[in-house]
């Protein structure tokens, strides 16, 4: 990665993480389905009609809403619209749009399913398969028997059309981006593409007709449904395992079953949908942990603009050092961030069943409805927790690590250097701390007990610096103060965990280090 793709990288991040996940994937989706309406008007897309899709979407909108907001409550669960919305579009994309009453009631089954299998196929809170591949997946195998061949509808992937190239590949990169599941999605890219091709050449062989190889390269990325399958459906944080390796495990599954189908009994292939749901189950076997409750026990400020939560975790948790969790706080007429956020965990394994995290307070004049129902709780109330996440893990072995942390970005590597002491682990490690005054300094004292040599980086001078701390003397932390601190940047393993703005400023320095692992966040 050049330094200024991951400056830029990191600036587009920090835009996106203005929107939750829901809200960008519903406003991306839309958008998609307003060009398709759009180019059905003007007869650039001949099938489906603008009528197939108003009508096919109103179906599925209400299908899916309806059996959303019964289970939802009989759970005693908030109503997410946007996810019904999300689950309608990925699903008005995938199978065939109709008006004809067959087809409409083919949609309402579809939709349906998908929604139910939220509920019904799910493993302590998390999808074992995408909802929209299962639906899909259901009708088109139902329509394929005899005494249900009336349904006028099944999979058609007509999202998989030249027109709709360019629209997809924009709209899709803006929810990698702000998912980090660029490189994943490319890798099933290139194995869906690579497959697909030489299907194509063993088809022409058989059937002694000429192969050529731009034409299969053409048809495999512009007239496919891998773009589409890629970015809107295999990104889907809830079907991924948590580790990076393991998600690009799944994206060769996806891409090697999608790019060659496989027919099932002459009646039906095993196509996009199906070899997603194949990939959901590896993703599952991966991740057999689920989600668990967390018992609010106390709030104390960490700093004058910061506070850290302590829980007491109902059920196993387990996580490594360094990754994240995501708290749901249902709350009342949720903003555009929605319900659910991600913390660093600020604890060590060793730890449990004790769990912290720990948030800047923020805008205190306009903070979001999700700050204000995480302030509103008291000691006792109980929060979701989704799973935990990521591959921000210190290297293994003795390699010389560098860690660069901005304000309450330091979560993470609490987390990392309790595990290490209370373990008995040492490892050749120098953080440095930026903050903007040094009453900021969050977890001070954690942090000086692990011994690890600090350079703090604030306005004013700390008071009664530890003796392996040292302050640098006022200067704002840059690359250029970054590359003086850490003389032997070069042979460091670089970890940096802070807002977006602020790695990109440093990546020209980082980029000398041995390797990045980076954490950025855009507030809450």
């Known amino acids: 990665m050049t330094t200024a793709f991951a400056a830029a990288r990191q600036r587009v991040l920090a835009v996106l993480g203005a929107l939750s996940m829901y809200r960008l994937v519903l406003f991306t989706l839309t958008a998609l389905a307003l060009v398709a309406l759009v180019l059905s008007l003007f007869g650039v897309i ?3 009609t603008p009528v197939e899709l108003l009508a096919s979407f109103a179906v599925l909108a209400v299908a899916i809403s309806a059996v959303d907001a019964i289970a939802q409550r009989l759970l005693r669960l908030p109503w997410r619209v946007e996810s019904s919305l999300v689950t309608a579009l ?9 008006i004809e009453p067959s087809a409409l009631l083919g949609l309402a089954i579809a939709g349906a399913v998908a929604s139910a299998s939220k509920y019904l196929i799910a493993w302590r809170g998390r999808h074992i398969f995408n909802p929209a591949a299962f639906g899909a997946a259901v009708v088109s195998i139902l329509g394929a028997f005899g005494a249900f061949s009336w349904l006028g509808t099944s999979s058609s992937w007509w999202v998989g059309t030249p027109v709709l190239v360019i629209p997809v590949v924009l709209l899709g990169l803006a929810v990698l981006w702000r998912t980090e599941k660029v490189g994943v999605v490319l890798l099933f890219l290139v194995v869906a593409v690579a497959t697909s091709i030489v299907r194509q050449a063993m088809q022409a062989g058989q059937f ?22 890629g970015a809107f459906m295999l990104s889907e944080p809830l079907t991924l395992p948590p580790r990076r390796r393991q998600q690009l495990v799944v994206a060769v599954v996806v891409g090697l079953l999608a790019g060659w189908p496989i027919s099932v009994a002459g009646l039906f292939t095993l196509g996009q949908e199906r070899a997603l749901l194949i990939g959901n189950l590896v993703a599952f076997a991966f991740a057999l942990r689920g989600s668990v409750r967390l018992v609010l026990e106390r709030r104390a400020l960490v700093t004058p603009t910061a506070q850290e939560l302590t829980f007491r975790a109902k059920g196993r948790v387990r996580f490594l050092p360094g990754q994240y969790l995501e708290l749901d706080v249902p709350h009342r007429r949720p903003d555009a961030r929605g319900t659910r956020r991600e913390f660093s965990i600020v604890s060590a394994p060793a730890d449990l069943p004790t769990l912290r995290i720990a948030y800047k307070n923020g805008d205190q004049q306009h903070p979001s409805s999700y700050k204000r129902a995480l302030a509103a ?6 929060f979701a927790v989704t799973g935990t996440w990521g591959d921000f893990i210190l290297p293994r072995g003795e390699q010389p690590v560098l860690m660069v942390a901005a304000g309450i970005g330091v979560t993470p ?3 990392q250097l309790r595990q290490l002491q209370a373990t008995g ?7 440095v701390y930026v903050a903007s005054s040094a009453e900021e300094l969050a977890f001070r004292d954690e942090l000086a007990a692990t011994g690890v040599r600090t350079v703090v980086f604030t306005r004013d001078e700390p008071a009664d610096l530890p003796p392996h701390w040292t302050w640098g003397q006022g200067a704002r932390l840059d690359a250029e103060t970054l590359e003086s601190a850490v003389d032997d940047l070069s042979a460091r393993h670089a970890f940096i965990s802070g807002p977006p703005r602020l790695i990109a400023d440093l990546a020209p320095a980082l980029q000398k280090a041995r390797s990045l692992t980076t954490d950025a966040f855009a507030g809450y």
């Open 46 to 48: 001949v099938s489906p």
């Open 90 to 98: 990925i699903l008005l994309f995938v199978l065939r749009p109709g």
């Open 208 to 229: 002694d007709v000429s192969f050529d190889l731009t034409t299969a390269l053409s048809f495999a990325v512009l007239q496919s449904p891998f773009l589409f399958l």
């Open 377 to 382: 709780a008291a000691p006792g109330a109980t």
């Open 413 to 415: 590597f609490v987390s």
């Open 425 to 431: 682990q040492r490892r050749d490690i120098v953080l």
